[in-house]
């Protein structure tokens, strides 16, 4: 009897979609996959490897490194999952402030609950918080119509891409150093990635005139740009864009029709300047000069909870907001949102609590400022030991850093380690990256999955790892590797 | 003064990417709107409607509908998200069973907390139970490096049709009637909707013949077919699949090499069929007739905690298990599940309770399988008091439901009414839909949302309203409306 069959496409990688293959996510590639197997192998067998512990600094995830929730987030949120406790009401004061228990009923009565469905674009008091939160940061006007709740950042900048990439001609400008986010969802989408370059020596700071190289560059290779992308403050570099900055950047955006995506996700963490955001200059230039067409400027500006001192990456929530799109394209961005139904309603929740904290006379007030000051001076203690230990380092010169949650120093690799590496078919800041974390067990990533000028070579490092225990393994194995090679 | 400014692509429409543009997604569509609309009119002014409350027939999502959260899930996810209950013992064991307070100290060690992110195909221990729970299901292994933690069902469909279509000639085919989620996706990747028609006459069945003939006929247009998609229970159909007609499934999906996609969201949603699983049936045919090549079927099955008696729709949580899937593909699959992050982390935890229920014996057993209980005679009967009421209108005729949340009978529309509708440039179905939202406050979706045979015309209505009054102003604004055109 003759079996009768066909294979199907999975049997033939070449015949799925090449866009898939393409994307490199660093964050979440082979490194942080091979921190994961020597972390089972430790947990099996303890004295198998050269150290006790797997120090991820591969991804800004906060809470795996150690740092603590904030107590009112997660007293609402406790309440918003088991309402049975706000009807305990002898027992639940005691356990629960006042403010929190009212913040779950407030939220509760606007939604159909924690696990209902909320509308796609996210729930409507929750974004009239986001709204009146912008305003008072920017003194400027936002509307909640121009709100919208997301899964994380991620799902904004995939929507966004979705939406702007429809021809494989079509680019954005994208800075290099990135956030590999970006350049994985531009190779998904099938658009040109359009790299223009931050200035290392100057803070990694972005020039109008490289803007314009870039721009140029990429038109006259047939690329249409549409968008640009600013990660403000700067990830993976730990830069911080000044107002005067922002304006000649959306001078340029004007200049030459090009949409500004601003992802300001790190805008709590900064240490020396203060935040701007694009939102903020873009209404001014629009109030001062109401005849220069700034109304023609499109912005998306977008954050999370996941970052700042909140730290809840696992919750997935966020927001964009979209400033001068036109009805019709509004409506498209609306439909992509309802094709991902909602984003999670716990998730929303916490953006509600971001964007409208304990005010001054709640109960949880003191509370909840403390420890938004202790993990921000936490963060920035960290951040000036590991500063401090990369610059003792051989061959590494380090940025100062002002803000997000990383630094991205260059290293000087010896000639040998850079044949080595071509030898092995690999990236030499890999092949540095995997020999310590195999020697070490402390996690970072190269900066190739992050872009750079060629024959240069970083390394990215979250400092969210506590204490400086590490730091004296890591800047003796980083110098045992330097050695080898020298 | 020259103002010097360039617009950006959002000015004109049709340079963004048009596949959105080519996305309907009915659920969440003008009548969705609608009713959003008339809710807040009734908020501001309660007397100026001929109604006084919407019921949001349109969405399958219950808690918004007045379905109570399965208490166990609610418990520990309240202690996830704030553990200090837990060290509060004393308290914490008069409001918390501790089979709650183990299954939350359990999840919050495995991982960073409810906060962190988790890997991205979800947390191990959660894809352990997810294999064990299937074990148990199908009688058959199951690997937990084959299951994919999700963000609801929505995100395995977002990735799977992003992976399988690559050029615009490719396709799926897909049931019609089917749920939207499915023909908009495929819009958006640009990929061909395939269709084959489910039998309404037989309970809306799936027949060999027709999935060949549907084959058969997008071959012939050029079209490459990669998969096939079957939603059992059915949305909006409400069949359920036997054995049989699972088995007969697998052989077309063999012979003619096209990976199945079995989105089973609906399983615990069944009323007088038993729910038979596609890997199931695939494990016995490949252990039953080693020989016969069903290890080249590849099978993709999706599960999700916002149906079944759970409803938890609002915390996005879901798994899909790959089957027969070659390493590169998975590789491929593993990338765009990273791209995403990860899922929820609370909808992972929600995922684990799904699939590990508190065990006889448990302090929570008894409440829990209660309610699930009770839920599930609740919606059946709901089913019954509305199958009722479709059967009593006039012009209406409705196959008997077995399964999910929906009813989804064909209206035969006296001519005035098709004409009126077909002068106002909508379809019959969508203009008797909106006429009934006006001047009842019942949201059900017009069959045109989800696909069906030329000149015939559906309604789809989910059974999750309660109580019977409301049934009463469906029947009557239903004869109203047909009154006014026979």
Known sequence: MTVVYKLNVFKDPEQLNQNVFAAQYAVRGPLAVRAEELRAQLKEKPDSLPFTEIINANIGNPHQMGQIPLTFIRQVLALCQYPALIENAEITQKL????????????????????????????????????????????????????????????????????????????????IPQYPLYTASMALYGGRTVPYYLNEETNWSVSVEELQRAYDAGTAEGTEIRAVVFINPGNPTGSCLNEKAIEDILGFAKRNGVI?????????????????????????????????????????????????????????????EVTNIPEAAFKQIYKLASIDVCPPVAGQFIVDILVRPPKL????????????????????????????????MKY??????????????????????????????????ELYCMELLESTGICILPGSGFGQKENEFHIRTTFLAQGEEYLKHYVAGHNKIMEKYE
């Open 96 to 175: 629960f402030p006042s403010d929190a228990i009212a913040r779950a009923k407030e939220l509760l009565e606007e939604t159909g609950g924690i696990g209902a469905y909320s509308s796609s674009q996210g729930v409507p008091l929750v974004r009239r918080d986001v709204a009146r939160f912008i305003e008072e940061r920017d003194g400027f006007p936002s509307d909640p119509n121009h709100i919208f709740l997301t899964t994380g950042a991620t799902q904004a900048v995939r929507m966004m891409i979705n939406l702007l990439i429809a021809r494989p001609y079509h680019g954005i400008l994208l800075p």
């Open 260 to 320: 500004v995506i601003a992802d300001e996700v790190y805008q709590a963490n900064v240490y020396d300047l203060p935040f701007v955001s694009f939102k903020k200059v873009l209404s001014r230039l629009q109030t001062e000069n109401p005849n220069d067409a700034w109304d023609k400027v499109s912005l998306i500006s977008i954050h999370s909870v996941s970052k700042g001192q909140l730290g809840e990456c696992g919750q997935r929530g966020g927001y964009m």
């Open 361 to 392: 006379g709640d109960p949880s007030h003191d509370l909840y400022h403390k420890q938004i000051k202790d993990v921000h001076e936490q963060l920035f203690k960290q951040c000036r030991q590991l500063h401090s230990a990369l610059s003792s």
């Open 396 to 429: 590494v010169k380090c940025q100062e850093p002002r803000g997000a949650m990383y630094l991205h120093p260059r290293i000087f690799f010896p000639k040998k380690l850079i044949e080595t590496a071509k030898a092995q078919g690999a990236e030499p800041d």
